[in-house]
């Protein structure tokens, strides 16, 4: 059977989505989308405007003036356990490491539940998926609202103690200075607020098939993927 030509890959933070998201996408030679990354854009634009996080007007208005845009840096070959590697550019600026740090955790957890921005966000994303090109958009309302007919929709999940601890060790692998707890209570934050929001909260799916990372290695997660999109 062919490989489904859009796969939407949701869940938390912490959860290995990404890596997932950027492992399956090179090994498929699938254009991958971080809906993720668009939304820290946000939240990053809004933190050097100085603009109130829950100002929904004017961090709306940001949104959707933002011209975000993704450059693959290694296309070439589907290197089974490689992770494509993908510069996120901002009005041209490239803030890949910038929308990745402590700071801009917090906030995307404020800004990205403003009906405004999501709306804004959503125009931009669904072009994505009308590209004709075969994706992998990955996220927290990747399968249930901006690509609800997607032919393969995964949910990954994993303890809190699990995804708290992948967090700190993204953090400090980057040199930041973040304790254990505060990530915990970021995420919680986090959570709480991805659960509640208005417009996208994140929920599984009906149709999407629910993955728990705990303690599963990248590679079989991905294997267990790819076996779905060939079923």
């Known amino acids: 059977m062919e490989l489904p030509l859009l ?13 997932v998201a950027k492992i399956l996408a090179r090994r498929l030679g699938f254009r991958y989308l971080d809906t993720g990354a668009m939304y820290r854009c946000v939240a990053l634009l809004a933190l050097r ?24 840096l290694s296309p070439e070959g589907r290197n089974t356990g490689a992770i494509l590697s993908q510069q996120v550019l901002l009005d041209g600026e490239d803030v890949t490491a910038l ?22 966000m959503l125009a931009k994303q669904k072009v994505f998926g009308e590209s004709g090109e075969s994706l992998v958009a990955e996220g927290r309302d990747t399968g249930t609202v901006i690509f609800p007919d997607a032919k393969l929709k995964v949910y990954l999940t994993a303890s809190a103690s699990e995804r708290a601890k992948r967090r700190y060790t993204e953090f400090t692998g980057r040199g930041e200075q973040v304790s254990s707890a505060a990530v915990s209570e970021s995420m919680n934050a986090r959570d709480e607020a991805d659960a509640t929001r208005q417009v996208g909260p994140l929920t599984i799916a009906s149709d ?24």
């Open 7 to 19: 796969i939407a890959i949701d869940g938390p933070a912490g959860s290995g989505k990404s890596t």
């Open 49 to 72: 405007a100085g603009i109130a996080l829950d100002d929904d007007e004017a961090v709306g208005r940001l949104a959707k003036s933002a011209e975000i845009e993704f450059s693959v």
């Open 99 to 120: 929308i990745r740090t402590a700071a801009v955790d917090d906030a995307v957890s404020q800004v990205s539940k403003l009906p405004s921005v999501r709306t804004a």
């Open 208 to 231: 999407a098939h629910v993955i728990d990372t705990t303690g599963v290695s990248i590679d079989e997660v991905v294997d267990r993927i790819v076996a779905l999109a060939k079923a």
